[in-house]
């Protein structure tokens, strides 16, 4: 491709690009909108202040974007130097420069150096032409974002900052090295991709009630987890001094209680005067308790029941034991409700990341890519 024809986009191209990317990320619509830590200034500046409100420079708690840009080699060849062709759009190497910056500011990593520099930018790059790719599809599709839901959108971020007017947002962003002729094109452009992604990705999902039945009835041991039951519990103790005798009496002893149960004599009752736990004294009552908070045989022997049943006389290494169940938790009703909600948002979620992981695979094989590194 000859130099001519390769088009660079002006006008908050290369300034306040990742700024914006944080504030509006591209993700479906609805989602919220937050501040980077690396923008320590927003929301904060009335004005550009005077220095010493500027965050200590070690070590950085974040990374304000003046100190970054700063960093950034500003010379014409540098901002010219193309190192990507991306159908007829270039990327410049101080495009590259910037997200690097910001991307060491956001994650607090330390300057990278030799091939763990080298994989990071490759990476970055390959982020910074997938959001042109998608750029370009936006415009193919004519997408056009309106001035009114700009306004919007401008509102919100100005909101976000606190800023009351426009005039004060004006200075924030100065203070960060902005204008707002750049925050409102990058604006536009993130808002136009986010459309885009929409139409070809979220609207084209949908998640049924059988593949949320399905994900339930194969996961429900785990979602029960943090359900409590309660139980009564009586506990037969060998005596330590016969034995395997002891054991045999112990066993005697627990089935004799367990033909009380069968008459039809009260759990709790038998358990004050039989059962040798501490929990004779409330009627054998355990209380509320969460999977996990029992051994995991005894807990197994009491879930196998149905409320208000009593078990056979159970063997563990202390003793004989004997448990009722008296409630246990379902997940029905409400709890029920809020938790196919939760499926069909974690399968949504799965089917979004495999859907646009996909449409950026089918759109990048289409396009014309010139690495020039």
Not at 194 to 199: A, P
Request: glycine share 6%.
């Amino acid at each position: 491709m000859s130099a001519p024809s390769v088009r660079r986009r002006a006008g908050g191209a290369r300034v306040g690009g990742f700024l914006l990317l944080a504030l509006l990320p591209l993700v479906t619509a609805g989602c919220s909108m937050s501040i980077p830590s690396w923008v320590p200034l927003l929301g904060r500046a009335k004005a550009p202040g005077p220095a010493a409100e500027a965050p200590k420079p070690a070590p950085p708690a974040s990374a304000p974007i003046l100190s970054s840009r700063a960093q950034l080699e500003v010379s014409p060849d540098v901002l010219d130097r193309v190192i990507c062709v991306v159908n007829n759009d270039a990327i410049t190497q101080y495009e590259l420069d910037e997200a690097e910056l910001y991307y060491l500011a956001e994650t607090r990593e330390p300057m990278r150096d030799g091939e763990a520099r080298k994989t990071l930018r490759g990476r970055l790059l390959q982020n910074l032409i997938e959001n042109r790719i998608q750029l370009q599809q936006a415009e193919r599709d004519k997408v056009v974002i309106e001035d009114a839901e700009l306004a919007e959108n401008i509102a919100d971020i100005m909101k976000k900052l606190k800023a009351k007017d426009e005039k004060e947002f004006e200075e924030i962003i100065k203070v960060q090295g902005l204008t707002m002729e750049g925050v409102r094109k990058r604006l536009r452009e993130q808002l136009m991709v986010q459309r885009v992604i929409r139409r070809k990705v979220a609207l084209r999902i949908s998640v049924t009630e059988q593949e949320i039945d399905k994900y339930l009835a194969e996961n429900r041991e785990k979602l029960e987890t943090g359900l409590t039951f309660a139980a009564r519990h009586i506990l037969v103790l060998p005596d330590p001094t016969k034995g395997e005798e002891g054991w045999l009496e112990a066993s005697r002893k627990a089935d004799e209680i367990y033909a009380h149960l069968l008459e039809g004599q009260d759990f709790i009752d038998l358990a004050t005067k039989y059962s040798a736990d501490a929990s004779a004294k409330d009627g054998g009552s355990l209380g509320k308790l969460k999977k996990g908070e029992l051994a995991a045989d005894i807990e197994e022997a009491i879930l196998r029941l149905k409320p208000a049943e009593a078990s056979t006389p159970f063997r563990s290494q202390v003793g004989y034991h004997l448990f009722r169940l008296e409630s246990r938790e379902a997940l029905t009703g409400e709890a029920l409700i809020q938790v196919r909600g939760q499926i069909r948002d974690i399968l949504y979620r799965q089917k979004y990341d495999v859907r646009l992981k996909d449409w950026l695979v089918e759109i990048k094989q289409r396009a014309i890519i010139d690495i020039r590194m």
